[in-house]
């Protein structure tokens, strides 16, 4: 007689991610590389072309400011002739399609030009800022991805079983609320409590790895509560599935059923989600840097918008676009690794 238990592994193929396997070894088969090469080039097309964009308009909308950068630079104390001087030597007396010529030409060699303000080559002054800013947006993605995927698979859990209502009332509530108040609030919380009140960390500085906590926690909570709701919405559609009920039947240990058939197809989702977050957490290290006194790219960037100093604003702009871009990019490649139906769909 045939038993639940000794149902074949074909029973489970309504599983997408055992389907997906199968199919993988049918693309060993017969694979098309020209799908996965052309997804590929149009994914490197678009990071280009977007790139192209922003040079542009970072150039066009920061000349747009009203304002003197060279008066701003100087001083209200310094002479017309020295003004004109200067502007004469930066190259900002030329026509504006001139500088934007002289501009792209520039960056074709790997030149971002110099500082107005300081007289610093900006490649200089961005790669002694940048590893903060990485380091700051790596650690906070890290901590947000992982925390994420072990709150939202336990609140989907305990959400199906019934049983703890009001734990899940508890996580859903705190959750929410990481969600609706904004990073610069939640820092300045976090400061007046662990800073202030009860002294456990730094309020503010970099190189201590103490003192990267609160900035870190303040950049990746929101995101890793929104990420975590994705997840558990994800989930609790996966535990509905017949193929989980089929691998419960198969009394199949709590821990396969899973990572070997629920986290699997929770993937995609959570990827998806988490490129965009991390895009979002990057730009965002601007205002973190700012209220910790972080020496990131943020740290030359505010001044350098209030004083319209060009070259810096349209460095430290390019960088953090191809920082967001890259990621992106990376992600899809991902994706497209782990359910390559994701390239086929885009024809």
């Known amino acids: 007689m045939t038993t639940i238990s000794s149902l074949p592994a074909a029973e489970l193929a309504d599983d997408p991610s055992a389907a997906q396997a199968s199919r993988a070894g049918g693309r060993r088969r017969g694979f098309r590389p020209s799908t996965r090469a052309g997804f590929l080039l149009r994914r490197f097309g678009r990071l280009l072309l977007s790139l192209a964009v922003v040079v542009v308009a970072s150039f066009f909308l920061v000349h747009l400011v009203p304002g003197d950068p060279v008066r701003a630079a100087l001083g209200v104390q310094a002479s017309p002739e020295l003004v004109a001087a200067t502007r004469a030597e930066l190259g900002l007396d030329k026509p504006l399609f001139s500088q934007f010529v002289d501009y792209i030409g520039g960056l074709l060699r790997g030149d971002f030009g110099v500082s107005i303000r300081t007289g610093q080559p900006v490649s200089a002054m961005i790669a002694q800022r940048f590893p903060a800013t990485a380091v700051l947006g790596v650690l906070s993605f890290l901590v947000a991805l992982?925390?994420?995927?072990?709150?939202?698979?336990?609140?989907?859990?305990?959400?199906?079983?019934?049983?703890?209502?009001?734990?899940?009332?508890?996580?859903?509530?705190?959750?929410?609320?990481?969600?609706?108040?904004?990073?610069f609030l939640l820092a300045v919380g976090l400061i007046a409590l662990f800073a202030v009140q009860l002294g456990w960390l730094p309020a503010a500085g970099w190189g201590d790895p103490r003192e990267a906590i609160l900035p870190v926690l303040a950049l990746a909570l929101g995101p890793m509560a929104y990420l975590a709701r994705i997840v558990q919405v994800e989930m609790v559609t996966v535990l509905g599935m017949t193929y989980m009920t089929t691998a419960r039947a198969k009394r199949l240990p709590s821990r396969l059923v899973y990572l070997r058939h629920a986290l699997p197809n929770i993937v995609t989702a959570s990827l998806t989600v988490g490129g965009l977050l991390l895009s979002g957490m990057i730009a965002g290290t601007v205002f973190m840097e700012t209220i910790f006194a972080i020496p990131g790219m943020g740290g030359i960037m505010v001044p350098a918008v209030g004083a319209k100093d060009y070259p810096v604003v349209q460095g430290v702009v390019i960088v953090y676009a191809l920082i967001i871009l890259g990621v992106n990019l990376v992600v899809d490649l991902v994706l497209v690794t782990v359910d390559p139906r994701s390239s086929i769909a885009e024809g």
């Open 146 to 183: 992982f925390a994420a995927l072990p709150i939202g698979i336990g609140a989907a859990v305990s959400m199906q079983s019934g049983r703890r209502r009001v734990q899940d009332a508890v996580i859903s509530g705190v959750l929410g609320m990481l969600i609706a108040v904004p990073g």
